[in-house]
């Protein structure tokens, strides 16, 4: 297991970054909130670029490979990361190219997330995902594990679809909010509490 703090996407090799960005998207094909905004066709064609701007808003990251190959990923936010207003809006706007005309219901999903945020200092796990050739074997729990005993102390929030809201509560995450319409939550795990037994 590796964990690396960033401070700029760019400081991830080109290759890492490639590598990622073809695992989120392989791990993420059938996202129903991607497939229902843009169709499957569209999503397949642009997920890799779309991870590849996703990962500009983290600066931890945590892989875990097998045989000299990336299987697992976790990317998160942590509190001490400074707001990259610049970054972040072209970042957006990167987004916005490659998602066209269903960019707004992505924001918006995005935007009430966002609002849905305590503004105190706190981690939040942008992405975690494992290649699906390697999933149902205890991966994405190792990271889980690694990161909460390792790096999350404070607050951890992560937002995903409703149907995964019974993983994340092995982890001690609770549900916070709701957002009906797209199928998604949003969960908490409160700084220092212990991972539930399995």
């Keep these: 297991m590796k964990i690396t703090h960033i401070d700029r996407f760019q400081d991830l090799a080109e290759p890492n970054a490639n590598e990622i960005a073809v695992l989120l998207a392989k791990s993420f094909a059938k996202d129903p909130l991607m497939l229902a905004t843009l169709g499957k066709s569209r999503w397949n064609k642009i997920a890799r670029d779309y991870f590849k701007t996703q990962i500009g808003y983290s600066d931890t990251l945590i892989s875990l490979s097998q045989r000299n190959r990336t299987v697992g990923i976790l990317l998160a936010s942590?509190?001490?990361?400074?707001?990259?207003?610049?970054?972040?809006?072209?970042?957006?706007?990167?987004?916005?190219?490659?998602?066209?005309?269903?960019?707004?219901?992505?924001?918006?999903?995005?935007?009430?997330?966002?609002?849905?945020?305590?503004?105190?200092?706190?981690?939040?796990?942008?992405?975690?995902?494992?290649?699906?050739?390697f999933q149902s074997k205890g991966i994405a729990r190792t990271m889980l594990e690694s990161a909460s005993t390792e790096i999350f102390g404070k607050d951890v929030f992560v937002d995903c679809e409703k149907g995964l809201a019974p993983f994340y509560d092995k982890f001690g995450f609770e549900i916070l909010k709701?957002?009906?319409?797209?199928?998604?939550?949003?969960?908490?795990?409160?700084?220092n509490q212990t991972i539930r037994p399995s």
Excluded: C
């Excluded at 960019?103 to 706190?122: G, N, Q, V, W």
């Excluded at 957002?179 to 409160?190: C, P, V």
């Design 78 to 133: 942590s509190p001490e990361a400074q707001i990259r207003l610049i970054r972040n809006y072209l970042d957006r706007t990167k987004t916005a190219i490659l998602l066209g005309k269903k960019s707004r219901k992505i924001f918006d999903i995005s935007t009430d997330i966002s609002e849905a945020l305590p503004k105190y200092p706190h981690w939040y796990i942008n992405q975690l995902a494992v290649d699906p050739l």
């Design 178 to 191: 709701e957002f009906e319409r797209e199928g998604m939550i949003l969960m908490i795990k409160k700084g």
